[in-house]
Structure formats: structure tokens, C-alpha cells
């Protein structure tokens, strides 16, 4: 299947409030139209995980990422420059997305995709995209999607066809939390 027919796909099954299963510049994720707050409880019932344990967004560009957030630090800026690996930032005043996804701070996780494919489906959705690991809470997170548990797979809307038998080793992105104030926290490395 060529991989414009499968974003197509997989927007189109996001937009009727549906939840995918795709690649992205980490591992491959379960995702939904972060706006959508039905979706979003979804892939926590998926994922059988508390709805107090955030998941992340995936956006792609800058400009979008500030449509979700009142105010982004400057730091944030000379991070997403400098960054080679994949990195999530999680900023304060997060608005505009599913309640569920912001935490009780008002904070969300965010990352500015630069993999084309989640990239794409990104600007196609025109909305942030909820990524979070293809697997049940507490267990493994797949290396490669012959990994993802069937479990998982036969309760997705789509599953995309585009890197199922890709077996380079990626691993999740740096987490780094910025407060409004300066403070910058390192979650994950």
C-alpha cells in the first residue's frame, strides 16, 4: 500500500473519532484526534491505563504547537533547535485539547514530529495526534510493530501498513518539563 493512501486512511478513520495504530520518530504509537475526548478515553481503555498517567501529543510544526499552549518558554524554542533525537517537551497551559490529557497541573506533553509519516498525518488532521506506545500499561514497549500484542492490534480503527517490517531499533524521545518560571526538569533521557 503506498504510504499517501494510508495517511488518508488513518486521518480519515481519526476525524470519525476513531483510534490507529502508526509509526512515528520513536516507536509505533496508538493514536486519536487529541481533541477528541471520547477517542482519547479510548486508547486509555486500549492501553488499560489510569487516566491520571498523561500521554503525549504529537504535532507538526511550531506554529501549530502554539495553538495548544497560552504561553511557551523561550528555552522551549533553543531546545526544539538543538534537539537531534526526538524530544517531548511538557509545557504548561496546555488548552484546547481532550480535558483527559492535561494533567492536574495544566501541563501536557508535546512533541513537533520531524518523522515525514506522523508528520504528514499531523497536517492532514490539522490537530495535535495523541502518541503514546503500542502496548498495554506495565508492559514492554514494542521495538517493532511484529512486536505490538494482538491484543492491541484488533481493537484499532486502522492499522497502518507503511513500516510494518522495519526492524530498526528506535527507542522513546527525551522528556524534558519546562515551567513557566525557568525551571527545566528532565523526566527521561
Known amino acids: 500500500?503506498?504510504?499517501d493512501i494510508d495517511i488518508r486512511n488513518a486521518v480519515e478513520?481519526?476525524?470519525?473519532?476513531?483510534?490507529?495504530l502508526?509509526?512515528?520518530?520513536?516507536?509505533?504509537?496508538?493514536?486519536?484526534?487529541?481533541?477528541n475526548e471520547a477517542a482519547v478515553r479510548r486508547v486509555f481503555e486500549i492501553k488499560r491505563r489510569e487516566d491520571n498517567r498523561a500521554m503525549l501529543c504529537l504535532v507538526d510544526s511550531a506554529d501549530r504547537l502554539q495553538r495548544y499552549f497560552r504561553r511557551i518558554?523561550?528555552?522551549?524554542?533553543?531546545?526544539?533547535?538543538c534537539a537531534?533525537?526526538?524530544?517531548?517537551?511538557?509545557?504548561?497551559?496546555?488548552?484546547?485539547?481532550?480535558?483527559s490529557l492535561v494533567a492536574e497541573d495544566?501541563?501536557?506533553?508535546?512533541?513537533v514530529t520531524k518523522d515525514e509519516f506522523s508528520r504528514q498525518m499531523c497536517f492532514r488532521l490539522?490537530?495535535?495526534?495523541?502518541?503514546?506506545?503500542?502496548n498495554i500499561s506495565g508492559e514492554p514497549t514494542p521495538?517493532?510493530?511484529?512486536?505490538?500484542?494482538?491484543?492491541?492490534?484488533?481493537?484499532?480503527?486502522?492499522?497502518?501498513q507503511f513500516r510494518r517490517g522495519d526492524t530498526t531499533r528506535r527507542k522513546p524521545s527525551h522528556i524534558v518539563k519546562l515551567d513557566l518560571d525557568g525551571a527545566v526538569t528532565i523526566i527521561r533521557r
Open 1 to 3: 500500500m503506498n504510504c
Open 13 to 20: 478513520a481519526m476525524r470519525k473519532g476513531g483510534v490507529v
Open 22 to 35: 502508526y509509526p512515528t520518530d520513536t516507536v509505533w504509537g496508538i493514536g486519536c484526534d487529541a481533541t
Open 73 to 81: 518558554p523561550d528555552v522551549a524554542w533553543d531546545l526544539m533547535d
Open 84 to 99: 537531534t533525537e526526538p524530544l517531548t517537551l511538557v509545557l504548561q497551559g496546555a488548552s484546547g485539547v481532550a480535558p
Open 106 to 111: 495544566g501541563s501536557l506533553g508535546v512533541r
Open 126 to 134: 490539522q490537530r495535535p495526534i495523541v502518541s503514546t506506545s503500542a
Open 143 to 160: 521495538a517493532f510493530f511484529k512486536e505490538i500484542n494482538g491484543e492491541i492490534v484488533s481493537q484499532m480503527d486502522y492499522v497502518v
